[in-house]
Protein backbone atom coordinates (compact mmCIF):
# COMPACT_ATOMS: atom_id res chain seq x y z
CA UNK A 1 0.00 0.00 0.00
CA UNK A 2 2.10 3.10 -1.22
CA UNK A 3 -0.65 5.98 -0.80
CA UNK A 4 0.44 9.16 -1.31
CA UNK A 5 4.95 9.23 -2.12
CA UNK A 6 6.98 12.12 -2.14
CA UNK A 7 10.61 12.69 -3.47
CA UNK A 8 12.95 13.44 -2.13
CA UNK A 9 12.80 13.65 1.41
CA UNK A 10 15.63 16.04 2.21
CA UNK A 11 17.00 18.76 -0.27
CA UNK A 12 19.28 21.64 0.29
CA UNK A 13 19.27 23.72 -2.48
CA UNK A 14 21.45 27.52 -3.09
CA UNK A 15 19.17 30.64 -3.36
CA UNK A 16 17.99 31.05 -7.53
CA UNK A 17 18.04 27.50 -8.41
CA UNK A 18 15.36 25.52 -9.56
CA UNK A 19 14.11 22.00 -8.60
CA UNK A 20 10.97 19.83 -8.82
CA UNK A 21 9.28 17.95 -5.87
CA UNK A 22 7.90 15.04 -7.01
CA UNK A 23 4.30 13.65 -5.84
CA UNK A 24 2.72 10.16 -6.72
CA UNK A 25 -0.88 8.64 -5.33
CA UNK A 26 -1.83 5.30 -6.22
CA UNK A 27 -5.36 5.41 -4.73
CA UNK A 28 -7.20 7.15 -8.20
CA UNK A 29 -8.03 9.99 -5.92
CA UNK A 30 -8.87 13.35 -7.96
CA UNK A 31 -8.34 15.72 -5.87
CA UNK A 32 -4.47 16.76 -4.76
CA UNK A 33 -2.66 19.63 -3.15
CA UNK A 34 0.45 20.79 -1.89
CA UNK A 35 1.01 22.45 1.82
CA UNK A 36 3.96 23.77 3.21
CA UNK A 37 4.15 23.76 7.28
CA UNK A 38 6.36 26.54 8.67
CA UNK A 39 7.69 25.85 12.59
CA UNK A 40 4.84 26.60 15.08
CA UNK A 41 2.10 27.50 12.21
CA UNK A 42 -0.77 24.84 10.82
CA UNK A 43 -0.42 23.66 6.94
CA UNK A 44 -0.77 26.32 4.06
CA UNK A 45 -1.96 25.38 0.72
CA UNK A 46 -0.01 26.17 -2.31
CA UNK A 47 -1.40 24.81 -5.32
CA UNK A 48 -4.21 21.74 -5.67
CA UNK A 49 -6.17 20.48 -8.34
CA UNK A 50 -9.32 19.09 -8.76
CA UNK A 51 -8.68 16.67 -11.19
CA UNK A 52 -6.17 15.72 -14.59
CA UNK A 53 -5.68 18.97 -16.25
CA UNK A 54 -7.00 21.46 -14.02
CA UNK A 55 -5.02 23.21 -11.33
CA UNK A 56 -5.58 26.36 -9.08
CA UNK A 57 -3.99 28.62 -6.50
CA UNK A 58 -4.26 27.95 -2.50
CA UNK A 59 -3.08 30.52 -0.15
CA UNK A 60 0.71 30.95 -0.64
CA UNK A 61 0.96 30.16 -4.32
CA UNK A 62 3.98 32.54 -5.14
CA UNK A 63 7.41 31.09 -6.36
CA UNK A 64 5.61 27.71 -7.42
CA UNK A 65 3.87 26.01 -10.37
CA UNK A 66 2.46 23.10 -10.60
CA UNK A 67 0.99 21.08 -13.84
CA UNK A 68 -1.45 18.02 -13.51
CA UNK A 69 -1.21 15.63 -16.47
CA UNK A 70 -2.15 12.43 -15.03
CA UNK A 71 -4.18 11.32 -12.35
CA UNK A 72 -1.42 10.11 -10.27
CA UNK A 73 0.84 12.67 -10.57
CA UNK A 74 1.41 16.22 -8.82
CA UNK A 75 4.42 17.52 -9.18
CA UNK A 76 5.94 20.92 -7.35
CA UNK A 77 8.29 23.15 -9.32
CA UNK A 78 10.15 26.01 -7.34
CA UNK A 79 11.24 28.49 -9.79
CA UNK A 80 13.64 30.14 -8.36
CA UNK A 81 14.69 28.71 -4.82
CA UNK A 82 14.53 32.02 -2.09
CA UNK A 83 15.44 31.13 1.90
CA UNK A 84 11.80 31.86 2.72
CA UNK A 85 10.86 29.26 0.80
CA UNK A 86 12.78 26.90 3.96
CA UNK A 87 9.92 24.64 4.70
CA UNK A 88 8.32 21.38 4.91
CA UNK A 89 6.71 20.65 1.54
CA UNK A 90 3.38 17.77 2.18
CA UNK A 91 1.81 16.64 -0.35
CA UNK A 92 -2.14 15.21 -0.21
CA UNK A 93 -4.95 13.44 -1.69
CA UNK A 94 -8.47 12.83 -1.27
CA UNK A 95 -11.41 11.20 -3.37
CA UNK A 96 -12.78 14.90 -3.07
CA UNK A 97 -16.30 15.66 -1.88
CA UNK A 98 -16.43 15.54 1.48
CA UNK A 99 -13.32 13.13 2.28
CA UNK A 100 -10.29 13.05 4.92
CA UNK A 101 -7.08 14.19 2.60
CA UNK A 102 -4.14 11.53 2.62
CA UNK A 103 -0.77 13.42 3.42
CA UNK A 104 2.44 12.16 1.97
CA UNK A 105 5.52 11.76 4.46
CA UNK A 106 6.84 15.58 3.49
CA UNK A 107 10.12 17.22 1.93
CA UNK A 108 12.26 19.01 4.16
CA UNK A 109 14.02 21.57 1.82
CA UNK A 110 16.52 24.25 2.87
CA UNK A 111 17.70 26.99 0.83
CA UNK A 112 20.68 28.33 1.97
CA UNK B 1 -10.46 35.25 4.64
CA UNK B 2 -10.79 32.07 6.26
CA UNK B 3 -9.32 31.85 9.71
CA UNK B 4 -9.12 28.69 11.68
CA UNK B 5 -8.03 28.91 15.29
CA UNK B 6 -6.60 25.89 17.97
CA UNK B 7 -5.97 26.56 21.62
CA UNK B 8 -4.16 26.42 23.56
CA UNK B 9 -0.85 26.69 21.77
CA UNK B 10 0.54 24.15 23.77
CA UNK B 11 -0.47 21.67 26.80
CA UNK B 12 1.83 19.32 29.25
CA UNK B 13 -0.31 17.05 30.91
CA UNK B 14 0.23 13.63 32.77
CA UNK B 15 -0.49 10.15 31.49
CA UNK B 16 -3.97 9.35 32.88
CA UNK B 17 -5.42 12.92 32.49
CA UNK B 18 -8.09 13.92 30.28
CA UNK B 19 -7.81 17.37 27.55
CA UNK B 20 -9.77 18.75 25.76
CA UNK B 21 -8.42 20.88 22.50
CA UNK B 22 -10.28 23.71 20.91
CA UNK B 23 -11.07 24.46 17.80
CA UNK B 24 -12.65 27.54 16.17
CA UNK B 25 -13.40 28.96 12.70
CA UNK B 26 -14.97 31.55 10.46
CA UNK B 27 -14.81 30.31 7.19
CA UNK B 28 -17.85 30.88 4.36
CA UNK B 29 -19.20 28.02 2.89
CA UNK B 30 -18.04 25.73 5.94
CA UNK B 31 -18.31 21.93 4.12
CA UNK B 32 -16.51 19.79 7.17
CA UNK B 33 -14.10 20.11 9.99
CA UNK B 34 -11.51 17.53 9.77
CA UNK B 35 -8.91 16.57 13.04
CA UNK B 36 -5.50 15.43 12.27
CA UNK B 37 -2.42 13.65 14.35
CA UNK B 38 1.33 15.06 13.93
CA UNK B 39 3.80 12.91 15.08
CA UNK B 40 7.50 13.42 13.47
CA UNK B 41 6.16 13.37 9.74
CA UNK B 42 2.96 13.39 8.27
CA UNK B 43 -0.67 14.07 9.43
CA UNK B 44 -2.98 11.31 10.20
CA UNK B 45 -6.60 11.57 9.85
CA UNK B 46 -8.32 11.24 13.20
CA UNK B 47 -12.18 12.50 12.43
CA UNK B 48 -13.90 14.51 10.38
CA UNK B 49 -17.06 15.92 11.66
CA UNK B 50 -20.04 17.74 9.06
CA UNK B 51 -23.13 17.69 11.31
CA UNK B 52 -23.79 19.13 14.54
CA UNK B 53 -24.06 17.68 17.84
CA UNK B 54 -22.71 14.31 16.57
CA UNK B 55 -20.22 12.77 18.87
CA UNK B 56 -17.60 11.05 16.79
CA UNK B 57 -15.82 8.60 18.87
CA UNK B 58 -12.48 6.23 18.42
CA UNK B 59 -11.49 4.76 21.74
CA UNK B 60 -10.15 7.15 23.75
CA UNK B 61 -10.07 10.13 21.30
CA UNK B 62 -13.84 11.35 20.76
CA UNK B 63 -14.45 14.92 18.59
CA UNK B 64 -17.97 17.28 18.70
CA UNK B 65 -18.92 19.97 16.62
CA UNK B 66 -21.22 23.06 17.08
CA UNK B 67 -22.33 24.47 13.75
CA UNK B 68 -23.85 26.96 15.24
CA UNK B 69 -20.86 28.57 17.98
CA UNK B 70 -18.40 27.56 14.93
CA UNK B 71 -15.92 25.28 17.18
CA UNK B 72 -15.22 21.64 17.30
CA UNK B 73 -13.25 20.08 20.41
CA UNK B 74 -11.12 16.95 21.16
CA UNK B 75 -11.44 15.16 23.93
CA UNK B 76 -8.30 12.59 24.97
CA UNK B 77 -9.63 10.89 27.73
CA UNK B 78 -6.31 8.60 29.97
CA UNK B 79 -3.79 10.02 28.32
CA UNK B 80 -0.43 7.89 27.02
CA UNK B 81 2.67 9.24 26.27
CA UNK B 82 1.64 7.65 23.11
CA UNK B 83 -0.70 10.55 22.62
CA UNK B 84 2.27 13.43 22.66
CA UNK B 85 1.99 15.00 19.03
CA UNK B 86 0.48 17.93 17.52
CA UNK B 87 -3.01 18.12 16.97
CA UNK B 88 -4.01 19.71 13.37
CA UNK B 89 -7.63 21.32 12.67
CA UNK B 90 -8.52 21.84 9.68
CA UNK B 91 -11.68 23.25 7.91
CA UNK B 92 -12.55 21.97 4.27
CA UNK B 93 -14.92 24.77 1.96
CA UNK B 94 -17.11 24.55 -0.79
CA UNK B 95 -14.37 27.00 -2.37
CA UNK B 96 -11.47 26.14 -3.03
CA UNK B 97 -12.09 22.61 -3.97
CA UNK B 98 -12.90 21.54 -0.86
CA UNK B 99 -8.99 21.94 0.45
CA UNK B 100 -8.34 22.08 3.82
CA UNK B 101 -7.41 25.83 5.79
CA UNK B 102 -5.68 24.83 8.74
CA UNK B 103 -5.19 25.84 12.73
CA UNK B 104 -1.88 25.94 13.92
CA UNK B 105 -2.02 23.23 16.14
CA UNK B 106 -1.43 22.03 19.59
CA UNK B 107 1.01 20.54 21.09
CA UNK B 108 0.32 17.53 23.30
CA UNK B 109 3.02 16.32 25.53
CA UNK B 110 1.99 13.86 27.82
CA UNK B 111 4.53 12.82 30.40
CA UNK B 112 4.74 9.40 32.20
Known amino acids: NAGVTQTPKFQVLKTGQSMTLQCAQDMNHEYMSWYRQDPGMGLRLIHYSVGAGITDQGEVPNGYNVSRSTTEDFPLRLLSAAPSQTSVYFCASSYGGAAEAFFGQGTRLTVV | EDKVVQSPLSLVVHEGDTVTLNCSYEVTNFRSLLWYKQEKKAPTFLFMLTSSGIEKKSGRLSSILDKKELFSILNITATQTGDSAVYLC????????????FGGGTRLMVKP
Open chain 2, 90 to 101: AVATLDAGNMLT
